[in-house]
């Protein structure tokens, strides 16, 4: 079955600076890829997701890209801002089959 | 359009004790998953039911159980609770699609005391 790995689990940096969080796959037949962010209390909410026909999402400050010969993809965040900070989760999710695979999460600190 | 909901928000239970979470999907949602969320950990895999029946199930015992209705609403049913079952549980649900995400819940937060 599948497996995702996310790293790191914890991340650290200063108002304004880039994150990056990445994640490998395991399933080659996996083709999509959702990242969700969760508030302290509240439960997961999806964010920005990825198909496996491109390499490349953009919603304004969130990006996501997709290396598929590497199995990997990443999440980017650019001008982070405090309300960034969160504890955030990978996916990956095979054709036909509803069976979602999460990784086990970044905790994503931005201090003012 | 109303979202994943869950009840009861939190949950106070003896040690010993059976606690019954309930979930409504998405309309047009036929699955649902559940997942158990430890204090600061990952998202554990719980159940899977579709249509009706259970299709997957994760490394819990028994005493975890559920079902879903014909109105693809679901309940999770833990029975002897132990205190380590303390934990957010939160209820996810889709829909056919199988390159869609899944919708969650805001969580039953479940206490064993």
């Known amino acids: 079955g599948e497996n995702v790995e996310q790293h790191p689990s914890t991340l650290s940096v200063q108002e304004g600076d880039s994150a990056v969080i990445k994640c490998t796959y395991s399933d080659s037949a996996s083709n999509y890829f959702p990242w969700y962010k969760q508030e302290l209390g509240k439960g997961p909410q999806l964010i920005i997701d990825?198909?496996?026909?491109?390499g490349e999402k953009k919603d304004q400050r969130i990006a996501v890209t997709l290396n598929k010969t590497a199995k990997h993809f990443s999440l980017h965040i650019t001008e982070t801002q405090p309300e960034d900070s969160a504890v955030y989760f990978c996916a990956a999710r095979t054709y036909n089959n509803n069976d979602m695979r999460f990784g086990a999460g970044t905790r994503l600190t931005v201090k003012p | 359009e109303a979202g994943v909901t869950q009840s009861p928000t939190h949950l106070i239970k003896t040690r010993g004790q059976q606690a019954t979470l309930r979930c409504s999907p998405i309309?047009?949602?036929?699955?649902v998953y559940w997942y158990q969320q430890a204090l600061g950990l990952g998202l554990q895999f719980l159940l899977w039911?579709?249509?009706?029946?259970?299709?997957n199930r994760g490394n819990f015992p028994p005493r975890f159980s559920g079902r879903q209705f014909p109105n693809y609403s679901s309940e999770l049913n833990v029975n002897a609770l132990e205190l380590e079952d303390s934990a957010l549980y939160l209820c996810?649900?889709?829909?056919?699609?199988?390159?869609?995400?899944?919708?969650f819940g805001s969580g039953t937060r479940l206490t064993v005391v």
């Open positions: 990825i198909r496996s026909n491109v």
């Open positions: 309309s047009g949602h036929t699955s």
């Open positions: 039911y579709d249509e009706g029946e259970e299709r």
């Open positions: 996810a649900s889709s829909g056919r699609e199988a390159n869609y995400g899944y919708t």
